[in-house]
T-cell receptor
Framework: IAGITQAPTSQILAAGRRMTLRCTQD?????MYWYRQDLGLGLRLIHY???????GKGEVPDGYSVSRANTDDFPLTLASAVPSQTSVYFC???????????FGPGTRLTVL | GQNIDQPTEMTATEGAIVQINCTYQ??????LFWYQQHAGEAPTFLSY??LDGLEEKGRFSSFLSRSKGYSYLLLKELQMKDSASYLC??????????WGAGTKLIIKP
C-alpha cells in the first residue's frame, strides 16, 4: 500500500450497532487523526494521536473511541451508533503534529 | 470561540483568475493551510503560510496577514479541473487544525 487507506469505503448500519472504521498508513507518520465531514460544516476533529501509544480528544469525541497500538493503525470505534453519526469519516496522518496532513479516501457511514 | 470564515460558493471563467478569501479568529496561530477537495474525494494539501506575505506555487499562490487574521488563495489561468472545494484551516495553539466550511469553486467554459 502507498499512503493512507481506510475501510470500509461505505457502510449502512442499524442504530445501536457497534462499528469499527479502519485506518492504516505506511508513511511512518507519528501523528494520526480522525475527522468527520458534514454538509455545510468544516471538518471536525474527533480524536487524534501524536504518537503510538497516546491518544487525545478533539472537538467532537462523544460516542467515539480510538486506540493507537502501533505507528501504522488508528481504528475508530462507534460503540453504539446513532443516526447523528451519519457522516463521511476521514482519517489523516502527518509526520509531526505541526506538519501538513495527508488524508485517506474516506468512509461514508449511514446510521439508520 | 474559534471561527474560520470563507465564502460558500464562487463562480469563475476558464482561463481567468479567482481569489478565495479566508478570515479567522483562533486561540493562537501556528500556520494557515489551504486544501483542495474534489467532490467525493479526500482533501489534498495545497499551501502553508506561517509568516506574512505571498507564497507562490505554480498557478496557485497564498497570502497571509496575521495582524488582520486574513488569507487568500489565488488561482491563475483557471482550468476546468480546478472545479473543487477549497478549504482554509488554521493551526491553533494546541497544534490542532480548525477548518472552514470550504468554498465551492465552479468553473465555467
Amino acid at each position: 500500500i502507498a499512503g493512507i487507506t481506510q475501510a470500509p469505503t461505505s457502510q449502512i448500519l442499524a442504530a445501536g450497532r457497534r462499528m469499527t472504521l479502519r485506518c492504516t498508513q505506511d508513511m511512518r507518520h507519528n501523528a494520526m487523526y480522525w475527522y468527520r465531514q458534514d454538509l455545510g460544516l468544516g471538518l471536525r476533529l474527533i480524536h487524534y494521536s501524536n504518537t503510538a501509544g497516546t491518544t487525545g480528544k478533539g472537538e467532537v469525541p462523544d460516542g467515539y473511541s480510538v486506540s493507537r497500538a502501533n505507528t501504522d493503525d488508528f481504528p475508530l470505534t462507534l460503540a453504539s451508533a446513532v443516526p447523528s453519526q451519519t457522516s463521511v469519516y476521514f482519517c489523516a496522518s502527518s509526520r509531526q503534529g505541526m506538519d501538513e496532513q495527508f488524508f485517506g479516501p474516506g468512509t461514508r457511514l449511514t446510521v439508520l | 470561540g474559534q471561527n474560520i470564515d470563507q465564502p460558500t460558493e464562487m463562480t469563475a471563467t476558464e482561463g481567468a483568475i479567482v481569489q478565495i478569501n479566508c478570515t479567522y479568529q483562533t486561540s493562537g496561530f501556528n500556520g494557515l493551510f489551504w486544501y483542495q477537495q474534489h467532490a467525493g474525494e479526500a482533501p489534498t494539501f495545497l499551501s502553508y503560510n506561517v509568516l506574512d506575505g505571498l507564497e507562490e506555487k505554480g498557478r496557485f499562490s497564498s497570502f497571509l496577514s496575521r495582524s488582520k487574521g486574513y488569507s487568500y488563495l489565488l488561482l491563475k489561468e483557471l482550468q476546468m479541473k480546478d472545479s473543487a472545494s477549497y478549504l482554509c484551516a488554521v493551526m491553533d495553539s494546541n497544534y490542532q487544525l480548525i477548518w472552514g466550511a470550504g468554498t465551492k469553486l465552479i468553473i465555467k467554459p
